[in-house]
């Protein structure tokens, strides 16, 4: 077993005692509309006790587990109990989960992003559970006068055999919640998990089927009010004045304001990115009639910067393309030298439009501000950043901030930057009353904090004996200087050089599913596609032999190339045996391969197209994964899966364009999204068993199927595709 | 303003609002009924859908005022314990990710499975195409669907 010493945040572990506002108890009567069944009304102790921060045990052995992470579709709310569940050795059937509200004194990292909650977790939420474990084993030890050592624990069971011992969690509950928290606990082996790698179903899923309240745009509040922004309709426009007076009768208007969202005093955070400082407010008694009154509201902008078009963000981007940087952001060789004695050279230049997160559940926050406290509620994934941005903009301490999370319908990235949450906040300390701020599918599709815009152009050298010898990148995007320079091929080629430039823009972008990965992988992995049949060699083998260069005999200082090259491999391999490669391309199907390493987990995928069709379909997809310990496969592959509909999609028909700084997408009738009929017909998921620590899962597979679906084009049309959507260059899939 | 008495998962109840407000917005704000979802506002994405009679409908353009006589159905109402089978396929099939569209999809298969029982993947493809799920479950979707379809009168 391992040891491992309680340091991590022993205030973690002490008892909940400690929790500001009791937030073992929900304080929210928006939830109790959100009935027990009879069966877990009939299955609920009389009494709990708390044994930690994550976890209190009832005196039936029922265990509650607070999950610490928001919830955006990534399923943590499911998979981070888990493994607090497999280390307290509790019967999985017998764990209520509840959604943590936000308690930095107790939990780590209450946030969404960067598919690092159960990477970031894992150490934490184990010892949490172990140090449960220890203390329910020292309160048998002392209520049967044995040794610890000697004491068993298995499904919510203490036993001690010599004696014939043994009882339930519930017996011992009052007696543990009493016992010192240990300094040090004993972790399981990874060989004795009995609930991490097995398939637990989503644990809000029969509320998710029967409709219950969950969401943030769900919450119902005595005395709240229905609020409404109204932001410039371009970026480059800011507000002047309106005529308020004519829609403040309107039938249900309470009242029409404007807002200084983030005045200069306010102490900004990472999370305020794309705030729109003036708004203006609509508050009324229902969302139908602030709709009503938003429609008619005249609102007059001026101009406060230049009005950007995507004509001038495409010449502009092209324009970096062809400078060269004083400071490339790697250097190895002698990259000029190389391609002077290149056999083959070939180049090639990629682009992505913006685009829109347009996550499902539109924009929305629970606010009720007034000079004493402030208490939120919604979907947010980083509330910790929240919090401070509020205590400078509310003039408020934290303590006088109560933050609790809702499931979030979707995140992609868009709910890390919180500016909604924000503008509920000053919407109801001027009201001085409850209100819920819900943003129209306009308002959230034109806001802004899109994925940039990006243009990469490659460079590669062949040797007459189809060796790749030099490589040259260069990369820019708005606002962003998009690549990750010690990611592949870096490490596997002598001569290698990246430039990345960043170009200014009004347009507010922010992180999107997998950011800079979601662009760069796909073009990297169509123009190694490309570079690899230039060599006249096999996709597939092309890489391999990469990948062998880069573990031999790694170019540069190892440890500055951040994949590990066997790690790589072995996902391409296996993708290879799963998909049956050899002798590809088969009749009536055309397929492409591709592997990208991000968010520290490696994939590999092939895909097929079905060529019987007027436009080519994806008829199936194998992925190859591996992100280490899978703590739910089930759970897991709905992530793989999901992220290779997202990328096809995305890549194949979405994009947000502007004219004059006015988003030109403004709902789904013209920003299209990938459907049903559009979306592979299969998909399997294949999962290294190495035992590795977890690492991210909820990102990775999507940036290489675009370089997979770009692939199997070309081998299905002839066509190679260079610029997305894929849709804009002729040929069409679905 | 006017008055309307609306027959709600099998309930008459009275709602005074403008004539001209949507189902979506009657259902979610007077009834208390949040779990028909916004999405779009212009029926592009169907996380709105609720059944009118047996037909699966648009509720967010669905003005209360043409409403009439005819029965709504949301998913609160769709089986009284939550077991119609395609809840139960939706629960084997752990489809959801987010689960906001989860409503509307749901909805949608259940009428839709009421007019053909044994559909092919492509009649399921095709009515369920009106349906956005942003997460991307479209292949957990289909096969709660066949699995609904092969177990049970729907």
């Known amino acids: 077993m391992t040891l491992i010493k309680t340091t991590y945040n022993r205030r973690s572990f002490l008892k909940s005692s400690t929790l500001a506002g009791g937030g073992m108890i929900l304080g929210f009567n928006w939830l109790a509309s959100c009935k027990p069944t009879p069966e877990q009304v009939k299955n609920m102790p009389k009494e709990w006790f708390d044994i930690n921060g994550f976890l209190k045990i009832g005196d039936n052995g029922m265990v509650t587990i607070m999950s610490p992470n928001p919830e955006i579709g990534q399923n943590v709310k499911t998979s981070m109990p888990m493994i607090i569940a497999d280390e307290l050795g509790v019967d999985w059937k017998d764990v209520i989960v509840e959604q943590a509200p936000l308690n930095t004194d107790i939990f780590q990292r209450q946030l969404a992003g960067g598919s690092q909650s159960i990477r970031a977790g894992w150490s934490g939420l184990r010892m949490a559970g172990a140090t449960a474990r220890h203390m329910l084993v020292a309160a048998a030890a002392d209520a049967w006068q044995v040794d610890t050592s000697e004491i068993t624990v298995d499904n919510g069971v203490i036993s001690h055999g010599a004696s014939n011992n043994s009882a339930g969690f519930g017996d011992m509950a009052s007696k543990a919640a009493t016992m010192p928290v240990p300094e040090e606990v004993q972790l399981k082996e990874t060989s004795d998990f009995s609930i991490i790698g097995t398939d637990k179903r989503n644990v809000d899923g029969p509320n998710l089927v029967t409709g219950k309240p969950l969401f943030g745009i769900d919450i119902q509040e005595e005395g709240m009010m229905i609020a409404m922004i109204v932001h410039p309709p371009a970026f480059g426009l800011t507000y002047k004045s309106m005529d308020a007076d004519a829609i403040k009768s309107m039938p249900g208007i309470k009242d029409v304001f404007p807002i200084d969202v983030y005045p200069d005093s306010v102490e900004k955070q990472w999370s305020d990115g794309g705030a729109i400082n003036k708004l203006v407010a609509i508050v009324g008694e229902s969302t139908w009639q602030c709709m009503q009154a938003k429609k008619a509201l005249k609102v007059e902008w001026e101009t406060s910067s230049s009005l950007e078009s995507t004509e001038g963000h495409d010449e502009a981007l092209t324009k970096l393309l062809n400078t060269s940087s004083k400071e490339p952001a790697r250097k190895d060789g002698d990259v000029a030298g190389a391609f002077k004695k290149a056999a083959q050279i070939i180049e090639r230049t990629y682009s992505a439009p913006f685009l829109a997160h347009n996550t499902m559940e539109p924009m929305n926050f629970y606010a009720d501000v007034n000079g004493e406290r402030a208490l939120l509620n919604g979907p947010i994934q980083t509330p910790e950043f929240l919090e401070k941005t509020l205590a400078s903009r509310l003039e408020l301490p934290v303590d006088k901030i109560d933050i609790k999370m809702t499931r979030m319908g979707g995140g992609f990235g868009r709910r890390l930057y919180g500016t909604f949450g924000v503008e509920a906040a000053v919407i109801s300390q001027k009201m001085q009353t409850p209100i819920k701020l819900v943003y129209t599918r306009e308002d959230d599709m034109t806001q802004g904090t899109y994925r940039p815009t990006y243009k990469v152009k490659y460079k590669a050298g062949l040797d007459s004996e189809g060796n790749l010898i030099a490589w040259h990148v260069k990369g820019a995007g708005s606002n962003d200087d998009l690549l990750f320079e010690n990611r592949f091929p870096a490490g596997a080629v002598d001569n290698y050089l990246a430039e990345k430039f960043s170009l200014e823009s009004v347009v507010t972008t922010g992180a999107w599913r997998a950011p800079r990965s979601n662009f760069v992988a796909g073009a990297e992995q169509a123009f190694i596609d490309e570079v690899a049949e230039a060599a006249g060699k096999d996709p597939i083998e092309f890489r391999l032999e990469l990948f062998d260069r880069a573990i031999k005999d790694p170019v540069g200082e190892p440890e500055k190339n951040d994949y590990d090259p066997e790690r790589y491999a072995g996902v391409l391999k296996l993708v290879r045996e799963k998909s049956g490669w050899e002798g590809s391309q088969k009749n009536g199907t055309s397929r492409g391969v591709s592997a990208y390493y991000c968010h520290n987990s490696y994939v590999a995928q092939v895909l097929d197209l079905n060529n019987d069709s007027k436009s080519p379909k994806v008829n199936k997809v194998w992925c190859a994964v591996d992100c280490g310990i899978v703590i739910n496969p089930m759970a897991a592959k709905n992530q793989i899966e999901g992220g290779i509909i997202d990328g096809i999609g995305h890549a194949s028909y979405s994009e947000m364009t502007f004219k004059d700084g006015q988003p030109q997408h403004k709902n789904f009738d013209t920003y299209r999204l990938i459907r049903h009929k559009e979306a592979p017909k299969k998909i399997e998921s294949y999962f290294v068993d190495n035992g590795i620590d977890p690492t991210g899962l909820g990102e990775p597979s999507l940036p290489p199927i675009i370089g997979a679906l770009a692939n199997a084009l070309y081998q299905s049309t002839g066509q190679r595709h260079y610029n997305q959507p894929f849709i804009t260059e002729k040929s069409v899939i679905g | ?154």
């Open chain 2, 1 to 154: 303003m006017a008055k309307f008495s609306l027959k709600v998962n099998g309930k008459t109840q009275e709602v005074d609002v403008d004539p001209s407000t949507p189902m979506l917005w009657v259902l979610r704000d007077h009834l208390k009924l949040v779990g028909t979802k916004f999405g779009c506002g212009i029926a592009q994405c169907g996380a709105c859908t609720v059944h009118l009679g047996d037909n699966a409908v648009r509720s967010c353009q669905l003005p209360v005022s043409a409403i009439g006589e005819k029965s709504v159905t949301t998913i609160e109402g769709l089986s009284e314990n939550g077991d119609h089978p395609v809840q139960k396929a939706w629960l084997e099939e752990d489809v959801y990710q987010c689960g906001y569209c989860q409503a509307g999809q749901i909805m949608n298969a259940s009428a839709f499975l009421k007019r053909n029982p044994n559909p092919t993947d492509t009649e399921i493809e095709d009515a369920m195409n009106g349906n956005i799920c942003r997460c991307g479950t479209y292949t957990r979707i289909k096969k709660a669907i066949k699995n609904a379809a092969s177990t049970s009168n729907v």
